[in-house]
C-alpha cells in the first residue's frame, strides 16, 4: 500500500485526475471503477477540465460504478446515478451504453447483483477503481461485518452511515439498504485509488493501514491488494506515524 500525503483537496485531485487521463490516454477502453461521495468531487471536476481542454476523450471509457441505494429510480437527484450524472459523465463525452450502474430500483436484487459481476467480467474487469472510505472503514457500502462478501449483494446500511450521508436527504428519507460491489469485486480491480481527506477520516485510515485484516474494517482488506495508492492530506493521515508515510512511499 503506498500512502502519498498532499497539502490540499486540488492536489490530491490533481494527482488522481492525472492517473486517470494517463490511463485512458494510453488505453481509451479502459474500464474504471468510480465512487460517489464529496472525495472524488474535485478529481471529477479535474477530469472535466482535461476533457474541455481537449487532453483527453472519454467516448470509449467503460464505467462501472460501486454502488447504488435501493428504491431510487435513476432520476431521483439523490440516487449515485443522479450524483455521477452531474459531476462527471454529463459533463463530458462518456457514452450512456458504457455506463454500468447497479440497480438500485431492482424487484429482485440478488438477479441484478449477479447480473452486475457478469457485465464486469465480460467487460475484461476493472482497470482503475477509485475509492473513498467511510468514517467506519467501509469501502463502497461494504459496511463492517462478520466476513467479507465476493460478489455484488445487497446491504443494510450502518447508522454511521446514515448520518454522514443523512444530509443529502430530505426529511431523513434516507434509504436503510443499498446494492454494492463486494470487498472480491473491489480486490479483482488492477489498481487501487484510494482519497480519504479530513479529520473524520483519521481512525479510519489507522484502521485500514496498521489495524489487522478484518472485515469489522472492511478497508483493511486493502492491505492484502498488491497495487493500491491512499491519497491523504493532513488531517486524515493525522494518527499514521511519519515513517509510515516514508516507509510506504
Ligand atoms: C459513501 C459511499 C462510499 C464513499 C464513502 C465516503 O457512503 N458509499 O463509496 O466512499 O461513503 O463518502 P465521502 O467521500 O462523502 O466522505
Known sequence: MQLK?????AAIAAAVSGILIRQVQTKPASVLGFATGSSPVKTYDAMVQAYQNGLVSFRDVVT???DEYCGLSKTDETSYYAFMQSHL???ADFQQKNIHFLD???VHAEAACAAYRCEIAAAGGIDIQLLGIGTNGHIGFNEPSDSFSDGPFQVH???S???ANGKYFKDGAMPDTALTMG???ILRARKLLLIATGES???AIRAMVKGEVTPLCPASVLQTHSDVTVFLDAQSASLLAEEDLWQRN
Not at 5 to 9: H, P, V
Open 157 to 159: 446500511l450502518a447508522q
Open 183 to 185: 470487498i472480491g469485486d
Open 89 to 91: 459523465f454529463g459533463r
Open 64 to 66: 462501472f460504478n460501486l
Open 5 to 9: 500525503l498532499f497539502e490540499s483537496e
Open 201 to 203: 477520516k483519521a481512525k
Open 104 to 106: 438500485g430500483n431492482a
Open 161 to 163: 452511515t446514515k448520518n
